[in-house]
């Protein structure tokens, strides 16, 4: 057995529970692939861990265990982690009104924060890519004419339905947190906040997290982290919050992170809880219903499984769609079942 020390906590690095089961994952995680045409899967990045010990670990080159990789909308649910710290320090209430926070949301009064947690603001977004970049308003708020003031070109949309009656993905909701944030904490500390609240405590020593033209953090998109260092937040999500025997979260803040939102889900569709994605409706069939996850762009993931105390991260570069989020995961529950429930 190989003893990886990383910040302040001790990762033993073992082998796998079934040889030909970690194959076929690492077959499937790391196949061949037309770089010419990027079509098939690409992992950059493949960590799993269960209570501290390594049981998988491996890169695909120019990533290293210690590229701080693009997680792209993992970002969300790490910006909910640390609006989890001001939560417990008592800076604001979910049903605050967002306008208390950021005021170009008195446009929208009745929007809370809660709302935009669960990606409910109700604002008119399109969260189309580069497949539809026209109409794509993530596509103009990242890089064209929303990009000097992300919160604010958000707070500007009309709307579509009244807040908090209906799920609508919008990145533009999280940067509206994201500048919310600013003034939760105060102008003087907000640069350094997710790293005192968050990332220290946590041993992360990696992080790089883009902020745009106002200074405020790109909360839907640009935070770069290691595989190592994404698993910590898993880590502590997994534990309810708890890290090294300090209650980082307060439980109640997690537990409304893996509270679905509301809404029913398309068949096949993780559930939207607070700023992460939920297993309750069996979206990923082949892994436990308490599983829940950070996902993002282009294949990248965070996947934490309560009942077999796995986490799982991924990063990758996706284009064709042929990635399936239950297929990892069923082939990472083969090769490290641990004890069955």
């Not at 990045?45 to 269960?50: D, F, K, P």
């Not at 604002?123 to 970049?133: G, I």
Request: charged share 20%; net charge negative.
């Amino acid at each position: 057995m190989r003893i990886a020390v990383i910040g302040f906590l001790l990762w033993a690095i073992i082998g796998p529970a079934s040889a030909s089961e970690s194959s076929a994952l690492a077959a499937y995680a790391f196949p061949p692939r037309n770089e010419q045409t990027r079509e098939g899967v690409r992992t950059d990045a493949l960590l799993v861990i269960r209570d501290g010990k390594v049981l998988f670990e491996h890169y695909a080159s120019p990533t290293n265990a210690d590229t701080p990789h693009l997680t792209w909308s993992i970002s969300k649910s790490v910006l909910a982690t640390v609006l989890g710290v001001a939560y417990g320090e008592g800076r604001f209430k979910l049903d605050d009104p967002a306008a208390k926070f950021h005021p170009p949301m008195q446009a929208h009064p009745q929007v809370r924060l809660q709302d935009l947690l669960h990606w409910a603001s109700g604002l008119d977004w399109q969260e189309d890519y580069e497949y539809a970049p026209l109409k794509s308003s993530v596509v103009a708020m990242l890089y064209t004419r929303g990009r000097q003031d992300m919160a604010g070109f958000t707070a500007e949309h009309g709307v579509a339905a009244p807040p908090g009656t209906r799920f609508l993905y919008s990145s533009g909701d999280s940067n509206v947190l994201a500048a919310a944030l600013r003034q939760m904490v105060g102008s003087d500390a907000y640069a350094d906040y997710p790293w005192r609240a968050l990332f220290e405590p946590l041993g992360i020593r990696h992080a790089v997290w883009e902020r745009d033209a106002q200074g405020t953090f790109v909360g839907s998109s640009y935070l770069y982290l290691t595989a190592r260092d994404l698993a910590r937040i898993g880590q502590l999500m997994l534990d309810d919050g708890r890290w090294q025997g300090r209650q980082l979260l307060p439980a109640d803040w997690v537990k409304f992170n893996r509270q679905p939102f509301d809404t029913p889900a398309e068949p096949g569709e993780a559930m939207p809880g607070g700023h992460w994605w939920l297993n309750s409706a069996g979206a990923w069939p082949d892994a436990p219903t308490d599983t829940f996850a950070a996902l993002g762009h282009w294949g990248q993931a965070l996947y934490v499984v309560p009942q077999q105390r796995l986490v799982i991260v991924r990063y990758a570069d996706d284009r064709d769609g042929s990635f399936q989020h239950n297929t990892l995961l069923r082939h990472v529950l083969a090769a490290f079942p641990g004890e069955q429930p």
